[in-house]
Nanobody
Framework: QVQLVESGGGSEQPGGSLKLSCAASGTILIIYTMAWYRQAPGGQRELVAD???????NYADSVKGRFTISRDNAKNTMYLQMNNLKPEDTAVYYC???????????????WGQGTQVTVSS
């Protein structure tokens, strides 16, 4: 199986920055799309950004120009650089990955446990 571990969450003031990391480990042949989602209290889980294996990226309108998603395929790790944070960015951030485990297997989605990001003054 595959384990995704997020790190880098915490508390920050509006206008500040945080960088999240998501490290994948386990039985991995190839990781296709990786993504960051977030869920605010009382809200639904929403896509923040995703990145393909080749580096193509996609962002939610609410974070465009402020957040940058990246990945290091050699390390099976994804990052989310969050700048100019706003109180509405407060949420639990989850990473996900679409992974092919071995030759001949299908590709499956895996999720991390989530990391809290709180933005307040």
């Amino acid at each position: 199986q595959v384990q995704l571990v997020e790190s880098g969450g915490g508390s920050e003031q509006p206008g500040g920055s945080l960088k999240l990391s998501c490290a994948a480990s386990g039985t991995i042949l190839i990781i296709y799309t990786m993504a960051w989602y977030r869920q605010a209290p009382g809200g639904q889980r929403e896509l923040v950004a995703d990145i393909s294996n080749s580096g193509n990226t996609n962002y939610a309108d609410s974070v465009k120009g402020r957040f940058t998603i990246s990945r290091d395929n050699a390390k099976n790790t994804m990052y989310l650089q969050m700048n100019n944070l706003k109180p509405e960015d407060t949420a639990v951030y989850y990473c996900s990955a679409n992974v092919r485990l071995q030759i001949g297997s299908g590709a499956y989605d895996f999720w991390g446990q989530g990391t809290q990001v709180t933005v307040s003054s």
